[in-house]
């Protein structure tokens, strides 16, 4: 349930982000829901080495203090960027716009696990 929830709110997201941030571009909402669907893959597939390094590169202090978000934001931040250089129709302009949506996303998707 959770990520068919994920599936529909995420290309949402995205193209509200290309309307109000300055350096993040998405064609159309058909590009969303295929740029969504390679995040959450790319995200299944290597999100968990990216977090496992940045876990190990800050010796797990966000993760004993309670502030893991913090390294799981940034490691979607690099897959947005791994996704921005794979896909021709999805375009962030340097890793800042890729943190903010990030940042979004994790708000976004926060509020789904809240919910349901």
Do not use: C, H
């Amino acid at each position: 349930m959770e990520l068919v929830l994920q599936l529909i709110v995420t290309p949402i997201v995205l193209m509200l982000a290309s309307k109000v941030m300055d350096g993040v571009y998405i064609k159309n909402f058909k590009s969303a829901v295929l740029t969504s669907i390679s995040i959450m893959i790319v995200s299944f597939l290597i999100g968990w080495l990216i977090t496992l390094f940045l876990n190990v590169a800050t010796l797990g202090l966000l993760w004993i203090i309670g502030l893991g978000i913090i390294t799981r934001t940034i490691a979607n931040a690099i897959i947005i960027e791994i996704i921005d250089q794979s896909r021709k129709d999805f375009d962030t302009k340097g890793f800042m716009p890729s943190l903010k949506l990030a940042i979004a996303l994790a708000i976004a998707w926060g509020v789904i696990d809240i919910i349901f």
